[in-house]
């Protein structure tokens, strides 16, 4: 069975960083890309990075590009997203998802809240 | 940046009842593979998102037969034949054939 656990979110102040982390299990973890999308409090789905199974290639939606870097540990089948720069439009929470050109297995998701 | 547009944002529902949910692309999904990256999500209330179908039409693993895919190019739709109070929750449809991946707004079905 797939799990993902996603884990770091927290209350951080604009401009402060956050390290997320997914740890994953049952399944393969090196053979697959992996993303984050995030989800705003009451609102719908925005995909946020992707990253190639070998970690070589990360992809990134605009409006985080240059604060947000997605890595992996295919050695612990580990996903990460280093947050830095927060801003109070990241608040979400942050869900990692195995990518196959769609999101077929999904964490539970850790909420990230940039407040004062 | 390819925008999804879905149809209708709120959709009341009898149980036993068909529903039905569009989405439109801004460009043609079909990718250069020749295949077509659009995908639809089910969000219940409190939980993460689960995939639903993917490549239009292809039922994931453990998705009921009630649920079905169609369309091609910039005009797809999710139906349910017959609606049951699990199915309660917002539906997204998502495209997948170019970066950045994006998703629709969301469809609210609800029991009536």
């Known amino acids: 069975e797939v799990q993902l656990l996603e884990s770091g979110g927290g209350l951080v102040q604009p401009g402060g960083s956050l390290r997320l982390s997914c740890a994953a299990s049952?399944?393969?973890?090196?053979?697959?890309?992996m993303s984050w999308v995030r989800q705003a409090p009451g609102k719908g789905l925005e995909w946020v990075s992707t990253?190639?199974?070998?970690?070589?290639?990360?992809y990134y939606v605009d409006s985080v590009k240059g604060r947000f870097t997605i890595y992996r540990d295919n050695s612990k089948n580990t996903l990460f997203l280093q947050m830095n720069t927060l801003r109070a439009e990241d608040t979400a929470v942050y869900y990692c998802?195995?990518?196959?050109?769609?999101?077929?297995?999904w964490g539970q998701g850790t909420l990230v809240t940039v407040s004062s | 940046d390819i925008v999804m547009t879905q149809t209708p944002l709120s959709s009341p529902v009898t149980l036993g009842q068909p529903a039905s949910i569009s989405c439109r692309s801004s460009?043609?999904?079909?990718?250069?593979?020749?295949?077509?990256?659009l995908s639809w999500l089910q969000q219940r209330p409190g939980q993460p998102p689960r995939l639903l179908m993917y490549?239009?039409?292809n039922r994931f693993s453990g998705v009921p037969d009630r649920f079905s895919g169609s369309g091609a190019g910039t005009d797809f739709t999710l139906k349910i034949s017959r609606v049951e109070a699990e199915d309660v929750g917002v539906y997204y449809c998502?495209?997948?054939?170019?970066?950045?991946?994006?998703f629709g707004g969301g469809t609210k079905v609800e029991i009536k």
């Open positions: 490549k239009i039409s």
């Open positions: 460009q043609s999904l079909v990718h250069s593979d020749g295949n077509t990256y």
């Open positions: 990253i190639t199974a070998s970690g070589n290639t990360p």
């Open positions: 049952g399944f393969t973890f090196s053979s697959y890309d």
């Open positions: 998802a195995k990518y196959i050109r769609s999101f077929d297995d």
């Open positions: 998502m495209q997948a054939t170019r970066f950045p991946l994006t």
